[in-house]
């Protein structure tokens, strides 16, 4: 089962989705639940299905005091690297809340401070606190959303199965097909060549 809280004060969790996919934005979310919440499915958007997300998703989103997603572009991802694309993306989500928290708690071990807001970074946050697993599940569904969107623009790719994560399926693409206007262009989009 998942804690409730980290600390005593009105709380919001932070995550993130797609950090490592050769396409499309990164996608955080944060989330403020009331402290009796609890449900017997939450845990780290990777280790539920598709269908458990979706379903969570709207749990999340009509039991949560407040939550909010956050949104970092490929071209901006290009910009700033994908660590600072992945805390802007955080930032962006905390500024977009519509209750202001007092204490945040963050999946991974990197982040910058928001304003003047204490914070905590937990190494797999997202499968020890609720609020974070709540965060990863909003950030993960609405990606996923965005990158279904985008594959009805470059069916090429595949997009609508892989979310711009760089399957094998992903990669031959690239080859036959050059990159996409939404394509990381920082990243390696192709693997190397067995040698």
């Not at 009509?62 to 939550?67: C, G, I, P």
């Not at 809340?97 to 945040?104: A, G």
């Not at 914070?119 to 990863?136: L, M, N, P, T």
């Amino acid at each position: 089962m998942l804690k409730n809280r980290y600390s005593d004060k009105l709380e919001a969790g932070c995550d993130e989705a797609g950090r490592g996919c050769l396409a499309g934005p990164v996608v955080a979310a944060a989330v403020i639940l009331p402290e009796d919440f609890s449900h017997p499915v939450l845990n780290d958007s990777k280790k539920l299905s598709e269908k458990q997300r979706k379903e969570l998703k709207h749990v999340i989103m009509n039991s949560a005091l407040a939550w909010a997603h956050g949104v970092v572009d490929h071209t901006e991802i290009d910009k700033i690297n994908i660590l600072n694309a992945s805390i802007e993306a955080m930032h962006r989500a905390i500024a977009n809340l519509n209750l202001k928290p007092e204490f945040l708690i963050i999946d991974g071990n990197r982040f910058h401070p928001y304003r003047a807001l204490p914070h905590e970074c937990i190494v797999k946050g997202d499968s020890k606190y609720a609020s974070i697993a709540a965060a990863s599940v909003l950030a993960k569904t609405h990606r996923d959303e965005l990158m279904e969107a985008l594959h009805k623009e470059y069916p090429n790719y595949d997009w609508k199965r892989n979310k711009g994560y760089p399957t094998s399926r992903h990669r031959e693409a690239i080859a036959a097909h050059g990159s996409s206007p939404y394509h990381r262009m920082s990243f390696k989009l192709l693997a190397d060549p067995v040698k």
